[in-house]
């Protein structure tokens, strides 16, 4: 349509977690999918680590991407989805499974590998989500609101889940909110967008 994002500029340091604030249909769910590669852009450069990534195919970003709604597939198991990057680029089975084995432990979720995903709560859904993101690895994760339907004592426990996981594995995350409790919670680093301009803002301390 008729929405443009122009000057929109900022940076999360390697390893941090980045947190992206704005009002509903400032561009922060564009911003993600930008920087993912599923939507085009017409000047500037998107740069992941000393990478210019800005035209490159999504496959071959090394991104990890949490939607919002975590986009599950419904005939697919928990493994299934734990395995499913690794499968279509081709790794070896055992590799696979040592590799859905550690994710599991990571996210607690080994009770639930043989479920499907209509069988889940909302947090197991989007520790799943998660799990898929970074069945590959990647050097950086996006993620969509991905405690906004939580109940408070799910979210907490994603909070704790979220932080566990970035020091685990040092990926370099921009996490979009509309709660300042997930800010004090989580965030490195804080972003909002207005009027399509990303200014830096102070992260308040959790005292």
């Known amino acids: 349509g008729q929405f443009t994002l122009r000057n929109a500029s900022f940076v999360v340091p390697t390893g941090a977690y980045g947190m992206l604030m704005g009002r509903t249909g400032s561009g922060k769910t564009t911003i993600l999918e930008t920087i993912a590669g599923l939507k085009h852009v017409t000047g500037g450069r998107i740069l992941l680590g000393d990478h210019d990534v800005t035209d490159l195919k999504p496959a071959e970003r090394n ?3 949490v939607p919002q709604d975590g986009a599950l597939f419904s005939t697919m198991t928990v493994r299934e989805h734990l395995s499913f990057a690794l499968d279509i680029r081709r790794v070896s089975r055992p590799k696979i499974d040592d590799r859905v084995a550690e994710l599991a432990d990571l996210l607690e979720i080994e009770d639930l590998l043989h479920r499907l995903p209509r069988g889940l709560s909302g947090g197991e ?21 991905p405690l906004s339907a939580l109940d408070d004592d799910t979210r907490n426990q994603l909070y704790s889940l979220l932080k566990h996981v970035q020091e685990h594995t040092g990926v370099t995350t921009l996490h979009v909110t509309h709660h300042m409790q997930d800010v004090v919670r989580l965030a490195d680093k804080l972003f909002r967008i207005e009027d399509g301009v990303v200014t830096e803002q102070p992260v308040k301390p959790s005292s």
Do not use: C, H, N
């Open 63 to 65: 991104i990890g991407y």
């Open 125 to 145: 859904k989007q520790r799943v989500a998660i799990g898929r993101a970074l069945a590959f690895r990647p050097s950086t994760l996006l993620l969509d609101e």
